[in-house]
C-alpha cells in the first residue's frame, strides 16, 4: 500500500515549485524501487521519475529532466519528489508507484508498476 502524503499546494503559477512525498505502508514489503508516474486527461501514462531504494540510483524522463529531484529516505519508507520550474505542460494526476522491477524500465513504460498510490492533482497555471 502506498499512501500519498502531500507537502504545498496543489496549484501553482509556472516556474514555481512544489513537492509531493509518499509513504510506504509498513504492512507492504519494501519494493525495491519507488518512484512516479502521471498521466493528463486525454494522453498516455508518463514515468517521471524513479530511485531504486538499495543505493539511490535514479532515472527519470525527459521531460523532467533537471527540473524534478527524486529521494528517498529508507527509514521513513519514504520518497518525495521535489518539482521546479513547472509549467503548464506538468499540469497532470501524479501517483506514487512502486515495483520489484528496473527503474529504466518503469520510465520507457516497458514494465508495469506493481502498485500505486490514489495520485494527487497538480495544476501549473498562471
Known amino acids: 500500500q502506498l499512501r500519498l502524503v502531500e507537502s504545498g499546494p496543489h496549484l501553482v503559477q509556472p516556474g514555481g515549485s512544489l513537492r509531493l512525498t509518499c509513504l510506504v505502508s509498513r504492512d507492504t514489503a519494501a519494493p525495491y524501487v519507488v518512484g512516479w508516474f502521471r498521466q493528463a486527461p486525454g494522453k498516455e501514462r508518463e514515468g517521471i521519475s524513479c530511485i531504486r531504494r538499495r543505493d539511490g540510483t535514479t532515472v527519470y524522463g525527459d521531460s523532467v529532466k533537471g527540473r524534478f529531484r527524486i529521494f528517498r529516505d529508507n527509514a521513513k519508507m519514504s520518497a518525495t519528489l521535489q518539482m521546479n520550474e513547472l509549467k503548464p505542460e506538468d499540469t497532470a494526476m501524479y501517483y506514487c508507484?512502486?515495483?520489484?522491477?528496473?527503474?529504466?524500465?518503469?520510465?520507457?513504460?516497458?514494465?508495469?508498476?506493481?502498485?500505486w498510490g490514489q495520485g494527487a492533482q497538480v495544476t501549473v497555471n498562471g
Open positions: 508507484a512502486a515495483g520489484a522491477g528496473f527503474c529504466v524500465d518503469y520510465i520507457k513504460g516497458t514494465s508495469e508498476w506493481d502498485f
